[in-house]
Nanobody, 120 residues
Framework: QVQLMESGGGLVQPGGSVTLSCAAS????????LAWYRQAGGKQRELVAS??????????DALKGRITISRDIRSATENTLDLRIDILEPEDTGDYYC???????????WGKGALVTVSG
Protein backbone atom coordinates (compact mmCIF):
# COMPACT_ATOMS: atom_id res chain seq x y z
CA GLN A 1 0.00 0.00 0.00
CA VAL A 2 1.32 3.44 -0.98
CA GLN A 3 -0.24 6.66 0.22
CA LEU A 4 0.08 9.84 -1.80
CA MET A 5 -0.80 13.37 -0.78
CA GLU A 6 -0.53 16.31 -3.16
CA SER A 7 -0.06 19.91 -2.08
CA GLY A 8 0.44 23.23 -3.82
CA GLY A 9 -1.56 24.58 -6.72
CA GLY A 10 -4.25 27.21 -6.50
CA LEU A 11 -4.83 30.29 -8.62
CA VAL A 12 -1.86 31.44 -10.68
CA GLN A 13 -1.56 34.20 -13.25
CA PRO A 14 -0.58 33.43 -16.85
CA GLY A 15 3.18 33.56 -17.27
CA GLY A 16 3.76 32.63 -13.66
CA SER A 17 5.05 29.43 -12.09
CA VAL A 18 3.65 26.80 -9.78
CA THR A 19 5.25 24.07 -7.72
CA LEU A 20 3.32 20.97 -6.74
CA SER A 21 4.52 18.52 -4.15
CA CYS A 22 3.54 14.89 -3.59
CA ALA A 23 4.34 13.18 -0.31
CA ALA A 24 4.60 9.43 -0.88
CA SER A 25 4.75 6.91 1.92
CA UNK A 26 4.87 3.12 1.85
CA UNK A 27 7.19 0.14 1.74
CA UNK A 28 9.98 -0.22 -0.80
CA UNK A 29 9.24 3.03 -2.59
CA UNK A 30 12.36 2.72 -4.73
CA UNK A 31 10.62 -0.09 -6.59
CA UNK A 32 7.96 2.37 -7.70
CA UNK A 33 7.98 4.94 -10.41
CA LEU A 34 6.38 8.22 -9.30
CA ALA A 35 4.61 10.48 -11.73
CA TRP A 36 2.47 13.57 -12.16
CA TYR A 37 -0.60 13.45 -14.38
CA ARG A 38 -3.12 16.13 -15.13
CA GLN A 39 -6.71 16.25 -16.27
CA ALA A 40 -8.46 19.28 -17.71
CA GLY A 41 -12.23 19.52 -17.87
CA GLY A 42 -13.68 17.05 -20.34
CA LYS A 43 -10.30 15.61 -21.33
CA GLN A 44 -8.47 12.40 -20.58
CA ARG A 45 -5.89 12.27 -17.86
CA GLU A 46 -2.42 12.72 -19.35
CA LEU A 47 1.12 12.20 -18.20
CA VAL A 48 3.07 15.33 -17.28
CA ALA A 49 6.33 13.77 -16.07
CA SER A 50 7.65 10.78 -14.17
CA UNK A 51 10.75 9.53 -12.37
CA UNK A 52 11.47 5.82 -12.09
CA UNK A 53 13.15 4.23 -9.10
CA UNK A 54 16.46 4.27 -10.98
CA UNK A 55 16.13 8.01 -11.61
CA UNK A 56 15.11 7.81 -15.26
CA UNK A 57 12.84 10.71 -16.19
CA UNK A 58 10.06 10.96 -18.74
CA UNK A 59 8.40 14.21 -19.83
CA UNK A 60 5.33 14.98 -21.90
CA ASP A 61 6.62 16.29 -25.23
CA ALA A 62 4.20 19.21 -25.23
CA LEU A 63 5.52 20.43 -21.88
CA LYS A 64 9.26 19.94 -22.31
CA GLY A 65 11.16 23.10 -21.52
CA ARG A 66 8.54 24.34 -19.08
CA ILE A 67 8.53 21.58 -16.48
CA THR A 68 10.98 20.26 -13.91
CA ILE A 69 10.42 17.13 -11.87
CA SER A 70 12.48 16.04 -8.90
CA ARG A 71 12.33 13.18 -6.44
CA ASP A 72 13.65 13.49 -2.91
CA ILE A 73 14.35 10.10 -1.35
CA ARG A 74 14.06 10.75 2.34
CA SER A 75 14.04 7.06 3.23
CA ALA A 76 12.98 3.72 1.83
CA THR A 77 9.44 4.50 2.97
CA GLU A 78 9.17 8.25 2.36
CA ASN A 79 9.73 10.07 -0.91
CA THR A 80 8.68 13.48 -2.13
CA LEU A 81 7.95 14.20 -5.78
CA ASP A 82 7.99 17.86 -6.80
CA LEU A 83 6.78 19.32 -10.07
CA ARG A 84 7.47 22.86 -11.20
CA ILE A 85 5.72 24.34 -14.22
CA ASP A 86 6.95 27.64 -15.63
CA ILE A 87 5.40 30.11 -18.06
CA LEU A 88 1.92 28.94 -17.17
CA GLU A 89 -0.84 29.16 -19.75
CA PRO A 90 -4.61 28.99 -19.25
CA GLU A 91 -4.44 25.57 -20.95
CA ASP A 92 -2.44 24.31 -17.97
CA THR A 93 -5.54 24.62 -15.81
CA GLY A 94 -6.67 21.31 -14.41
CA ASP A 95 -6.44 18.75 -11.65
CA TYR A 96 -2.93 17.44 -11.09
CA TYR A 97 -2.55 13.92 -9.72
CA CYS A 98 0.37 12.02 -8.25
CA UNK A 99 0.71 8.35 -9.17
CA UNK A 100 2.90 5.55 -7.86
CA UNK A 101 3.36 2.47 -10.04
CA UNK A 102 5.00 -0.86 -9.26
CA UNK A 103 5.95 -2.09 -12.75
CA UNK A 104 6.56 -5.75 -11.95
CA UNK A 105 2.99 -6.14 -10.68
CA UNK A 106 1.39 -3.37 -12.72
CA UNK A 107 0.06 -1.99 -9.44
CA UNK A 108 -0.96 1.67 -9.26
CA UNK A 109 -1.91 4.12 -6.55
CA TRP A 110 -3.29 7.61 -7.06
CA GLY A 111 -3.50 10.72 -4.95
CA LYS A 112 -6.67 12.79 -4.69
CA GLY A 113 -5.31 15.59 -6.83
CA ALA A 114 -4.52 19.27 -6.59
CA LEU A 115 -6.26 21.94 -8.63
CA VAL A 116 -4.25 24.47 -10.61
CA THR A 117 -6.15 27.36 -12.14
CA VAL A 118 -4.32 29.68 -14.51
CA SER A 119 -6.24 32.87 -14.94
CA GLY A 120 -5.55 36.59 -15.04
Amino acid sequence: QVQLMESGGGLVQPGGSVTLSCAASGRDLMLYSLAWYRQAGGKQRELVASIAGDGMREYADALKGRITISRDIRSATENTLDLRIDILEPEDTGDYYCKAKLPILNLEYWGKGALVTVSG
